[in-house]
Protein backbone atom coordinates (compact mmCIF):
# COMPACT_ATOMS: atom_id res chain seq x y z
CA UNK A 1 0.00 0.00 0.00
CA UNK A 2 2.40 2.45 1.06
CA UNK A 3 4.27 1.26 -2.21
CA UNK A 4 1.54 2.06 -4.50
CA UNK A 5 0.53 5.44 -2.59
CA UNK A 6 4.74 6.17 -3.06
CA UNK A 7 4.52 5.41 -6.72
CA UNK A 8 1.18 7.36 -7.49
CA UNK A 9 3.07 10.30 -5.84
CA UNK A 10 6.10 9.85 -7.61
CA UNK A 11 4.11 9.80 -10.68
CA UNK A 12 2.27 12.55 -9.96
CA UNK A 13 5.37 14.56 -9.14
CA UNK A 14 7.30 13.79 -12.16
CA UNK A 15 3.76 14.83 -14.04
CA UNK A 16 4.14 18.06 -12.44
CA UNK A 17 7.38 19.20 -12.93
CA UNK A 18 7.12 17.87 -16.99
CA UNK A 19 4.56 20.05 -16.67
CA UNK A 20 5.61 22.71 -14.53
CA UNK A 21 5.65 25.74 -17.82
CA UNK A 22 1.16 24.89 -17.59
CA UNK A 23 1.80 24.94 -13.84
CA UNK A 24 0.97 28.83 -13.81
CA UNK A 25 -2.72 28.45 -15.00
CA UNK A 26 -3.15 26.64 -11.69
CA UNK A 27 -3.36 28.13 -8.49
CA UNK A 28 -1.05 26.39 -6.15
CA UNK A 29 -2.56 24.34 -2.92
CA UNK A 30 -0.88 24.75 0.16
CA UNK A 31 -1.83 21.42 2.76
CA UNK A 32 -1.48 23.19 5.78
CA UNK A 33 0.21 20.08 7.28
CA UNK A 34 3.47 20.13 4.72
CA UNK A 35 3.82 23.77 6.26
CA UNK A 36 4.91 23.15 9.85
CA UNK A 37 8.50 22.34 8.81
CA UNK A 38 11.17 23.90 6.80
CA UNK A 39 13.65 21.80 4.66
CA UNK A 40 17.32 22.52 4.44
CA UNK A 41 18.47 21.45 1.10
CA UNK A 42 22.03 21.33 0.97
CA UNK A 43 23.55 20.74 -2.00
CA UNK A 44 27.11 19.68 -1.08
CA UNK A 45 30.34 21.42 -2.20
CA UNK A 46 30.55 24.57 -4.71
CA UNK A 47 33.11 26.70 -6.14
CA UNK A 48 36.76 25.99 -5.61
CA UNK A 49 35.49 22.69 -3.72
CA UNK A 50 34.03 20.52 -6.59
CA UNK A 51 33.74 17.30 -4.40
CA UNK A 52 34.22 13.73 -6.53
CA UNK A 53 35.44 14.01 -10.42
CA UNK A 54 34.18 11.49 -12.84
CA UNK A 55 36.79 9.67 -15.56
CA UNK A 56 34.50 12.09 -17.90
CA UNK A 57 35.19 15.36 -16.10
CA UNK A 58 31.66 15.36 -14.28
CA UNK A 59 32.25 17.28 -11.07
CA UNK A 60 29.94 16.67 -8.25
CA UNK A 61 29.18 20.14 -6.77
CA UNK A 62 27.01 20.67 -10.36
CA UNK A 63 25.06 17.90 -10.36
CA UNK A 64 24.32 18.08 -6.93
CA UNK A 65 23.05 21.79 -7.11
CA UNK A 66 20.97 20.52 -10.03
CA UNK A 67 18.95 17.67 -7.96
CA UNK A 68 18.83 20.58 -5.09
CA UNK A 69 17.08 23.28 -7.33
CA UNK A 70 14.70 20.64 -9.08
CA UNK A 71 13.82 19.27 -5.73
CA UNK A 72 13.42 23.27 -4.99
CA UNK A 73 11.28 23.67 -7.27
CA UNK A 74 9.25 20.57 -6.75
CA UNK A 75 8.70 21.70 -3.13
CA UNK A 76 7.45 25.01 -3.95
CA UNK A 77 4.45 23.66 -5.71
CA UNK A 78 3.54 21.52 -3.05
CA UNK A 79 3.60 24.50 0.00
CA UNK A 80 6.56 23.22 1.28
CA UNK A 81 8.93 25.86 2.91
CA UNK A 82 12.86 25.43 1.70
CA UNK A 83 16.09 27.18 2.51
CA UNK A 84 18.43 26.00 0.14
CA UNK A 85 22.23 26.69 1.88
CA UNK A 86 23.39 27.24 -1.72
CA UNK A 87 21.55 28.32 -5.35
CA UNK A 88 25.21 28.84 -6.95
CA UNK A 89 28.22 27.35 -7.99
CA UNK A 90 30.00 28.99 -4.93
CA UNK A 91 31.41 27.48 -1.77
CA UNK A 92 30.21 29.27 1.24
CA UNK A 93 32.95 30.46 3.72
CA UNK A 94 33.66 33.58 5.44
CA UNK A 95 35.51 36.50 4.26
CA UNK A 96 39.21 36.88 5.43
CA UNK A 97 39.65 33.21 4.96
CA UNK A 98 42.72 32.33 2.46
CA UNK A 99 44.14 28.29 2.01
CA UNK A 100 41.27 25.75 0.60
CA UNK A 101 41.94 23.97 3.51
CA UNK A 102 40.50 27.40 5.73
CA UNK A 103 38.08 27.88 2.49
CA UNK A 104 36.47 24.14 3.26
CA UNK A 105 36.66 24.55 6.86
CA UNK A 106 34.99 27.75 6.96
CA UNK A 107 32.34 26.59 4.33
CA UNK A 108 31.03 23.66 6.74
CA UNK A 109 30.74 26.17 9.78
CA UNK A 110 28.84 28.15 7.99
CA UNK A 111 26.46 25.05 6.39
CA UNK A 112 26.39 24.09 10.13
CA UNK A 113 25.47 27.57 11.12
CA UNK A 114 22.64 28.54 8.54
CA UNK A 115 21.32 24.55 9.19
CA UNK A 116 21.10 25.39 13.10
CA UNK A 117 19.35 28.94 12.54
CA UNK A 118 16.20 26.86 11.18
CA UNK A 119 13.31 26.10 13.54
CA UNK A 120 11.86 22.35 12.95
CA UNK A 121 14.46 21.96 10.23
CA UNK A 122 14.48 18.44 8.27
CA UNK A 123 18.07 18.62 5.90
CA UNK A 124 18.28 17.11 2.88
CA UNK A 125 22.09 16.95 1.99
CA UNK A 126 22.74 15.94 -1.72
CA UNK A 127 25.80 14.85 -2.76
CA UNK A 128 27.46 11.73 -5.74
CA UNK A 129 29.48 8.74 -4.49
CA UNK A 130 32.84 7.98 -5.59
CA UNK A 131 34.44 4.50 -5.54
CA UNK A 132 38.00 3.21 -6.60
CA UNK A 133 36.12 0.15 -8.98
CA UNK A 134 34.02 0.98 -11.64
CA UNK A 135 31.21 -1.79 -10.67
CA UNK A 136 29.16 -0.14 -7.62
CA UNK A 137 26.23 1.71 -8.35
CA UNK A 138 23.24 2.99 -6.59
CA UNK A 139 21.74 5.80 -4.81
CA UNK A 140 22.23 5.35 -0.75
CA UNK A 141 20.93 7.81 2.06
CA UNK A 142 22.56 7.87 5.21
CA UNK A 143 21.80 9.63 8.57
CA UNK A 144 23.53 10.18 11.88
CA UNK A 145 21.14 10.57 14.28
CA UNK A 146 20.02 7.05 14.61
CA UNK A 147 16.41 7.83 16.91
CA UNK A 148 15.96 10.94 15.36
CA UNK A 149 16.50 10.42 11.13
CA UNK A 150 17.14 6.66 10.98
CA UNK A 151 12.94 6.34 9.87
CA UNK A 152 13.28 8.98 6.94
CA UNK A 153 16.20 7.69 5.72
CA UNK A 154 14.85 3.59 5.34
CA UNK A 155 11.54 5.47 4.15
CA UNK A 156 13.93 7.92 1.29
CA UNK A 157 15.96 4.63 0.65
CA UNK A 158 12.90 2.49 -0.25
CA UNK A 159 11.30 5.03 -2.40
CA UNK A 160 14.47 5.92 -4.05
CA UNK A 161 14.83 2.29 -4.80
CA UNK A 162 11.26 2.09 -6.44
CA UNK A 163 11.30 4.65 -8.36
CA UNK A 164 15.07 4.85 -9.93
CA UNK A 165 15.86 1.27 -9.27
CA UNK A 166 13.85 -1.60 -7.95
CA UNK A 167 17.09 -3.90 -8.19
CA UNK A 168 19.01 -1.33 -6.12
CA UNK A 169 19.40 -3.67 -2.69
CA UNK A 170 21.74 -1.09 -1.07
CA UNK A 171 20.26 0.10 2.77
CA UNK A 172 19.93 2.92 4.65
CA UNK A 173 23.19 3.29 6.93
CA UNK A 174 24.51 5.43 9.89
CA UNK A 175 27.55 8.02 8.28
CA UNK A 176 30.82 8.11 8.87
CA UNK A 177 31.85 9.97 12.44
CA UNK A 178 33.90 11.65 9.95
CA UNK A 179 31.47 13.74 8.31
CA UNK A 180 31.78 16.48 10.15
CA UNK A 181 28.52 18.65 8.81
CA UNK A 182 25.93 15.38 9.74
CA UNK A 183 27.71 14.88 13.14
CA UNK A 184 27.06 18.58 14.02
CA UNK A 185 23.66 19.87 13.54
CA UNK A 186 20.54 18.88 15.72
CA UNK A 187 17.51 18.79 13.60
CA UNK A 188 16.44 15.55 11.54
CA UNK A 189 18.97 15.10 8.77
CA UNK A 190 19.34 12.49 5.90
CA UNK A 191 22.47 12.79 3.33
CA UNK A 192 21.51 11.18 -0.05
CA UNK A 193 24.24 9.94 -2.37
CA UNK A 194 22.07 10.06 -5.84
CA UNK A 195 24.73 7.94 -7.36
CA UNK A 196 28.37 6.60 -8.35
CA UNK A 197 30.28 8.89 -10.63
CA UNK A 198 33.10 6.32 -11.08
CA UNK A 199 30.49 4.08 -12.73
CA UNK A 200 30.51 5.37 -16.11
CA UNK A 201 27.23 4.27 -16.91
CA UNK A 202 25.51 6.10 -13.49
CA UNK A 203 27.84 9.10 -14.12
CA UNK A 204 25.98 9.49 -17.57
CA UNK A 205 22.91 9.00 -16.30
CA UNK A 206 23.65 11.43 -13.79
CA UNK A 207 24.24 13.91 -16.31
CA UNK A 208 20.72 13.91 -18.28
CA UNK A 209 18.11 16.34 -16.76
CA UNK A 210 15.77 13.50 -16.93
CA UNK A 211 17.84 11.65 -14.56
CA UNK A 212 18.16 14.57 -12.20
CA UNK A 213 14.29 15.27 -12.04
CA UNK A 214 13.27 11.93 -11.51
CA UNK A 215 15.63 11.72 -8.29
CA UNK A 216 14.34 15.37 -7.40
CA UNK A 217 11.18 14.02 -7.56
CA UNK A 218 11.56 10.73 -6.18
CA UNK A 219 12.89 12.77 -2.77
CA UNK A 220 10.77 14.96 -2.93
CA UNK A 221 7.67 11.83 -3.10
CA UNK A 222 9.43 10.35 -0.44
CA UNK A 223 9.18 13.77 2.41
CA UNK A 224 5.83 14.05 1.73
CA UNK A 225 4.93 10.41 2.02
CA UNK A 226 6.28 10.28 5.12
CA UNK A 227 5.39 13.32 6.72
CA UNK A 228 1.94 12.31 5.98
CA UNK A 229 2.45 9.43 7.29
CA UNK A 230 3.94 10.49 10.15
CA UNK A 231 0.57 12.84 10.06
CA UNK A 232 -1.72 9.68 10.37
CA UNK A 233 -0.20 7.46 12.58
ZN1 LIG B 1 30.12 14.95 -1.79
Same mark, same amino acid.
Given at each position: MVGLTLSLLAG !????? %???????? /????????????????????????????????????SQINLAVARRLDEIFG !????? %???????? /????????NTLREKKVSDIHNRVKMIE????????????????STKFHGAQVFYSNETLSCPLAQFVQETLRTVLDPSNNRKAAKISD?????????CRAILVECGFLSNPAEDELLCTEAYQTKIAA?????YLGFTQEEMTS
Open positions: !LLLWT %VAHRDAQT /AFTVVRPKRFTADTVVIDAGHGGEDGGAVSQSGTVE !LYGVD %VKMLRTED /AALYSDGVSVPNATLISIHQNTYPSVYLMNHISALGAA
